[in-house]
């Protein structure tokens, strides 16, 4: 997992082997084991571990890929996950002391986080939180999809739920906040490859946190009032808000044109 911080503080506590605490989300702390694992555990020493238990099925699921965060092994309190030097990539393209990418890093960034989600799908599995946050950076920049806790399904069977959705800047607008496929899956992504090519969410005028701003960015989405800036991934973004991909392998094939434009 990233060294990023997360925005809900709670009294930190210390399983065996973790040295410190140095990230922390909505349900677990991430603590340091070594340079390489790290254990996600919950916040509470009282608190359920079933969430911890869907991402552990998720990622066994998942197995072994270059674009997936690596499970390492299990404990009674949480899981070991592989370490991910450089953090989350919203930190580090809203960091003022990195240098802004390259486009062509951008693109890269783009195409592996669409490689990520395409080998996701192909497990059957439905990510559910397709986000920069989720995103995380080895040593050598490369990308890695974190965060398993959607739902695997087989012949639209739920068979593992882990209850996660997608923030309000990333969501696509539906009756059932908790229904999930691979178009709600991709429109997040189209989402977050405008983050990486514009260095911003969506409608950066709309502020997080200021009164109604989750309602606002709804009924633009629904109303298909969506993003006009000009950037080379364009059209790819507007082809997932607009849910004309079938599949994430769609868009790995158009990035790949992109990327291979003079």
Not at 215 to 243: S, Y
Request: net charge negative; proline share 5%.
């Amino acid at each position: 997992m990233s060294d990023d911080q997360g925005a809900i503080v709670y009294q930190h506590y210390y399983p065996p082997g973790v040295k410190r605490v140095i990230a922390s989300g909505s349900s677990a702390f991430i603590g340091e084991i070594d340079e390489y694992t790290v254990l996600k555990y919950p916040l509470s020493p009282t608190q359920a571990t079933d969430r911890l238990e869907v991402e552990k099925k998720l990622l066994e699921i998942v197995g072994p890929h270059e674009r997936i965060l690596q499970l390492k092994g299990v404990s009674e309190r949480g899981i070991y996950l592989e370490r991910a030097i450089n953090g989350n990539l919203a930190d580090y393209l809203l960091d003022p002391d990195h240098l802004a990418p390259s486009i062509s890093q951008r693109l890269s960034w783009c195409r592996q986080a669409a490689e990520a989600v395409a080998f996701v799908h192909s497990r059957n599995i439905i990510h559910c939180d397709i986000q920069p946050t989720n995103l995380l950076l080895n040593k050598e920049l490369h990308l890695k999809l974190s965060d398993f806790q959607g739902k695997h399904l087989l012949d639209g069977e739920i068979l593992l739920d882990g209850w996660s959705s997608e923030p309000s800047k990333f969501y696509c607008p539906r009756a059932d906040p908790f229904e999930a496929s691979i178009k709600t899956d991709l429109f997040a992504l189209g989402c977050t490859i405008y983050f990486i090519m514009m260095g911003h969410a969506v409608f950066p005028d709309i502020q997080e946190g200021e009164e109604g701003w989750h309602e606002m960015v709804e009924e633009r989405f629904t109303a298909q009032r969506f993003p006009q800036d000009e950037h080379l991934c364009g059209a790819i973004t507007m082809k997932c808000w607009l849910k004309e991909y079938k599949s994430a392998e769609q868009l790995v094939r158009d990035l790949h044109s992109v990327e291979q434009s003079p």
